[in-house]
């Protein structure tokens, strides 16, 4: 499979969706890939899924939603075991990889722009913060207290970490792309000599993160991450409730995107009084409190207690996509009959 997928790409640029697992994850993906048609209708879609989900799509005939549905080998059914692992699915000649969690908001040809200059990136920021994949809560002050992330890129000979966020990742290099993975795979394999923290440790993760380790990769390597937060021109934001002005279908979306730094890293929060709180007292000083409303070209569902409103999208596009589906195979029948009673 890898090698014809190598020397036979479908398209020069296209859109790669993975879903395994519990069959609410296919429809996830559905979700998104509707509202990406709403903004592109061109540029084709890849999925790769278990056997189960595959299957799934068959029976209610939605296969066609994708230019190419292939099967994903057992050993990539997993965060780590897929993204560690794209070089081996470059099935376009540029490739958009995507968590199922995301919602397009706008025309996403601008953002193709400005990643065909990369051999291979990641949205993220230059610099990584402490929590970054390392202790939540007051145990990061125990890390800064002992230095333990300086420890870290010291040992692996690191000079910075970046940040990355892996929900967009963009390749078109395979050399590079696998360059890149494959090192990240040998950093996670040497995790007990960092100072990061298994993600499987946080409330409702079950598998192990790849991005800290993809961090290191790209900041042994020297490459680029691709800036995450560009106000108006910003690739993904975090949907947050307080933050984020939607309709029920997300057709029309706007975040509240804090100029500063700092006080748009407090989003993550989860009390919006003591978000709100702290931002007051902030913008106490000229600036911390200017921000603009933005459309981002996707707004991505990564925080836990965020969710759910993503899922009642999901799961009301599934019917409604299932629907319309049986209603156009209840209808062949019927077309063919007539053409056979009009023959004869």
């Known amino acids: 499979m890898l090698k014809s997928i190598q020397n036979e790409k479908l398209a020069k640029e296209g859109y790669v969706y993975v879903s395994y697992g519990h069959p609410k994850y296919l429809k996830h993906t559905l979700a998104s890939v509707v509202s990406l048609r709403r903004h592109d209708r061109t540029r084709p879609v890849a999925l790769l899924c278990s056997q189960k989900q595959k299957n799934i799509l068959e029976e209610k005939g939605l296969s066609s939603m994708f230019s190419t549905v292939q099967v994903l080998p057992e050993d990539n059914c997993s965060i780590v075991g897929f993204k560690h ?21 706008k025309n996403p040809n601008a953002l193709w722009k400005s990643l065909s200059v990369f051999d291979f990136t990641i ?52 050399s590079q792309t696998r360059k890149v993975c494959t090192l990240a795979a040998e950093m996670l394999d040497r995790k007990d000599e960092t100072h ?39 690739a993904q934001l975090d949907y947050i409730a307080d ?26 929060l989860k009390s919006s009084f003591l978000r709100k709180l702290i931002i007051k007292v902030c913008s ?13 070209y996707c707004i991505h569902f990564g925080w836990f207690h965020e969710k ?31 053409i056979a009673s009009r023959s004869n």
């Open 85 to 105: 692992s794209v070089y081996k699915f470059m099935i376009f000649e540029r490739n958009l990889y995507l968590d199922s969690d995301i919602i397009w908001c």
């Open 123 to 174: 949205t993220g920021t230059l610099v990584s913060d402490n929590f970054f994949g390392a202790a939540k809560g007051a145990g990061v002050l125990k890390d800064i207290f002992l230095g333990r992330r300086k420890r870290t890129l010291k040992k692996f000979g690191l000079s910075y970490l970046s940040r990355v966020q892996s929900g967009l990742m963009f390749a078109q290099d395979y």
């Open 196 to 234: 990061f923290r298994s993600r499987k440790m946080e409330q409702g993760r079950t598998e192990e993160s790849c991005e800290w380790s993809l961090a290191m990769a790209m900041s042994k390597l020297n490459n680029p991450v691709y800036p995450w937060l560009k106000g108006h021109n910003s």
């Open 243 to 268: 933050l984020t002005e939607h309709d029920e279908e997300f057709e029309y979306v706007s975040c509240k995107y804090y100029c500063d730094d700092f006080v748009y890293s407090l989003r993550g």
């Open 284 to 296: 106490l000083v000229p600036g911390k409190g200017d921000f603009l409303m933005t459309t981002p």
């Open 308 to 338: 759910k409103p993503f899922y009642v999208f999901a799961e009301s596009n599934w019917k409604q996509l299932v629907r319309v589906s049986e209603k156009e195979r209840n209808l062949i029948p019927k077309q063919d009959a007539d």
